[in-house]
């Protein structure tokens, strides 16, 4: 056969973690023709029962699906099973809505994906490639990074497994465990955060006759000020509900009268289509989860490992770009291979050299667009400023790209797209300063 990585011996490579990044990077490495061994914690995910109504989404936009495109999976999951979402639709107090679109110039959409299928397909797909193999079950315990040594435990036979492997990819998630054994290389930086803020899922049930219970095409936000809440919609036409709240506010709501009044006041429109019993019950059956942002590098040991997704920069939801994050890893790494051809001691050193100033940047991007989410976005000046961008974006659009969809609906990288704002910034200033000026003289022209 010949190999795609030009007939050069294909290396051994053991992925940690089987999640939506590591099982992407591995359809990435086997089209190159290596030989893959896949190491998940959990059990396969196709065997984990799905209850209805209790699916998670997530956002895919333009940065995941190039990846998508370039294993072949961007069709089933955009096209076949992608919800687009074209706008935010805003929940008001008082229960009326208004939206706002995305991409008011070409109406592009950001999709809702069910993680659990998109995972599912990815896994399914590696069974497509010889060179792939998977061990679910397994548990990474201890490493020799600078040798490639790995231990494991099966989870349900107790038993250890040592494996050695030329190359070993980290894509095991924000509290990784091949990251901590990184934490003991020299000049390794390391930062984590919390919010002070935690979700809860809750869910929209679709409606008696297995439709919708509110317009599908839109990412609903209730924005609240410190807190708020989001849906996005599912397959099966639930929807999947996310409260972001401070931990002070979930503790405080202790009872369900508490809960229903709370929700009476901030969500009034959400408590029909949620139900009163159901409602009380997700709250209280669930607890809020913490958010984490991580920010470290840089992300390889010599050439014998590499962390990449969450594991090397963990980014709090708010942008939904963890995964589209995380899936451009891969496609980049993948590019570094090709201009390397595989030379793992060039491709290394490179991604981390270059990834890291747009991994932080997508990290402070994240923490910015929860206040935008949150607060934001009910503000005239806020929508004064998108109607502007949109305006001078309609007109300008290789010049002048807003945020949004820099973020969004580009692969520009990621610091691109904050430098790009901090220069539009300046240019509105100056024109706004500008305007200033010219309006007072032109008034104390005509008063004399
Ligand atoms: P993970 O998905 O965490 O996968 C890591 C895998 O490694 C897991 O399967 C785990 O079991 C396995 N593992 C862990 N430790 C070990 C070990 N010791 N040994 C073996 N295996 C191990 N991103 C978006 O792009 N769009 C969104 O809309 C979006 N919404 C989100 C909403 C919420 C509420 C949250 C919390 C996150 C959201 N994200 C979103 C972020 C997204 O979920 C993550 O960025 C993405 O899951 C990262 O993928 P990953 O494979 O790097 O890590």
Not at 151 to 180: N, P, Q, Y
Not at 358 to 371: E, H, K, Q, R
Request: aromatic share 12%; glycine share 6%; hydrophobic share 40%.
């Amino acid at each position: 056969m010949l190999l795609e990585n030009g007939g050069k011996k294909p290396l051994n490579i053991a992925v940690v973690g089987g999640g939506l990044v590591g099982s992407l990077e591995a359809l990435y490495l086997a089209r190159r023709g290596h030989n893959v061994t896949l190491f998940e914690y959990r059990e396969d995910i196709r065997k984990t029962p799905q209850i209805r109504g209790r699916s998670i989404n997530l956002a895919l936009s333009v940065r995941g699906r190039r990846a998508l495109k370039d294993v072949g999976l961007e069709d089933i999951m955009v096209k076949e099973h992608g919800i687009p979402m074209s706008a935010r639709m805003i929940h008001r107090p008082d229960g009326s809505t208004y939206s706002i679109p995305y991409d008011a110039r070409t109406n592009q959409s950001i999709y809702s994906i069910g993680r659990n299928y998109l995972n599912s397909i990815l896994l399914k797909e590696s069974e497509n490639y010889k060179n792939v193999t998977r061990n679910f079950n397994h548990k990474l315990l201890e490493t020799n990074l600078p040798n490639g040594e790995l231990t494991f435990i099966k989870t349900d036979t107790k038993e250890k497994v040592s494996v050695k492997a030329d190359l070993i990819i980290g894509a095991d998630g924000a509290f990784s465990t091949v990251r901590r054994a990184m934490l003991k290389q020299p000049l390794f930086d390391f930062s984590q955060q919390y919010i002070e803020h935690g979700y809860l899922e809750l869910c929209i049930p679709p409606s008696e006759d297995d439709t919708f219970q509110m317009p599908p095409n839109y990412l609903h936000i209730w924005p609240r000020g410190n807190f708020m809440m989001i849906a996005l919609p599912n397959q099966d036409c639930s929807w999947t509900v996310t409260l972001f709240m401070p931990f002070v506010n979930f503790r405080s709501i202790d009872s369900e009268s508490k809960l229903l009044e709370f929700f009476d006041k901030y969500f009034p429109d959400a408590v029909p289509l949620i139900g009163e019993k159901k409602l009380i019950e997700d709250y209280f059956n669930g607890s809020p989860s913490p958010l984490i942002t991580v920010k470290c590098r840089p992300y390889h040991v010599s050439d014998k490992a590499l962390i990449i997704g969450d594991a090397s920069h963990a980014v709090v939801p708010f942008y939904g770009q963890g995964m589209n994050a995380g899936f451009e890893d891969c496609t980049i790494l993948d590019q570094l291979f090709t201009k390397h051809s595989d030379n793992l001691a060039d491709i290394l050193p490179e991604f981390s050299n270059t990834r890291w100033k747009d991994a932080f940047a997508v990290c402070d991007l994240a923490m910015y667009n929860y206040i935008e989410m949150r607060d934001l976005v009910t503000r005239p000046s806020y929508r004064l400023r998108k109607a502007v961008d949109d305006m001078i974006f309609w007109f300008l659009p290789d010049l002048w790209v807003p945020l949004y969809n820099s973020v969004t609906f580009s692969t520009m990288p990621y610091s691109d797209c904050v430098n790009n704002r901090q220069w539009q910034n300046k240019v509105l200033a100056v024109s706004l300063l500008l305007f200033g000026i010219l309006t007072f003289i032109l008034f104390c022209f005509y008063r004399r």
